[in-house]
T-cell receptor, first 112, second 115 residues
């Protein structure tokens, strides 16, 4: 079945760039998403990329998609302490009744 | 835009009672709503997919008689945990999506504690 994998932890210093990686197995993915979850809160949509794109930039966020390798990354420039959260990668396949396939989440710790 | 609310944000109940959680899309019509459960430090577990006006589709291993889902309108879905037990204690999150954009927008979650 479809699978999405992420590394579980990432620690960076404030001001550095963070890169969170995600791999997926479904070659029929249509959209790929990044969600952010702060402690005790719901999920906030950060950004998404359509499968026919290879890059999307939105302020401090840059998403790179390598469709051949089924690899997605999220780069956060000038990481701040407020960026500390869990980041989930999710992929969507139009044939999947709108269900998302989720990674386990990467816990980002930003150290002052 | 695309705001989803949940009520209550947290609830404590006695074992054996039923608890209803509401999920509302505030500024768009949600043709599909999803109910998730999240255990501490774990990923989201999809419980069911709910389309307006039809029966919910439950994921394997989720008891439909225990977790009753109603999606009576394009802006409201409810999840009722019936005869709750301590093992039902969890963080329940809903999401909503409206055609043609497939993006799921999430509610803030409901923390349920069953004593």
């Amino acid at each position: 079945g479809e699978d999405v994998e992420q590394s579980l932890f990432l620690s960076v210093r404030e001001g550095d760039s963070s890169v969170i990686n995600c791999t997926y197995t479904d070659s029929s993915s249509t959209y790929l998403y990044w969600y952010k979850q702060e402690p005790g809160a719901g999920l906030q949509l950060l950004t998404y990329i359509f499968s026919n794109m290879d890059m999307k930039q939105d302020q401090r966020l840059t998403v790179l998609l390598n469709k051949k390798d089924k690899h997605l990354s999220l780069r956060i420039a000038d990481t701040q302490t407020g960026d500390s959260a869990i980041y989930f990668c999710a992929e969507h396949n139009a044939g999947n009744n709108r269900k998302l396939i989720w990674g386990l989440g990467t816990s980002l710790a930003v150290n002052p | 835009g695309a705001v989803v609310s949940q009520h209550p944000s947290r609830v404590i109940c006695k074992s054996g009672t039923s608890v209803k959680i509401e999920c509302r899309s505030l500024d768009f019509q949600a043709t599909t709503m999803f109910w998730y459960r999240q255990f501490p430090k774990k990923s989201l577990m999809l419980m069911a997919t709910s389309n307006e006006g039809s029966k919910a589709t439950y994921e394997q291993g989720v008891e439909k008689d225990k977790f009753l889902i109603n999606h009576a309108s394009l802006t409201l879905s409810t999840l009722t945990v019936t005869s709750a037990h301590p093992e039902d204690s969890s963080f329940y999150i809903c999401s909503a999506t409206g055609a043609p954009q497939e993006t799921q927008y999430f509610g803030p979650g409901t923390r349920l504690l069953v004593l």
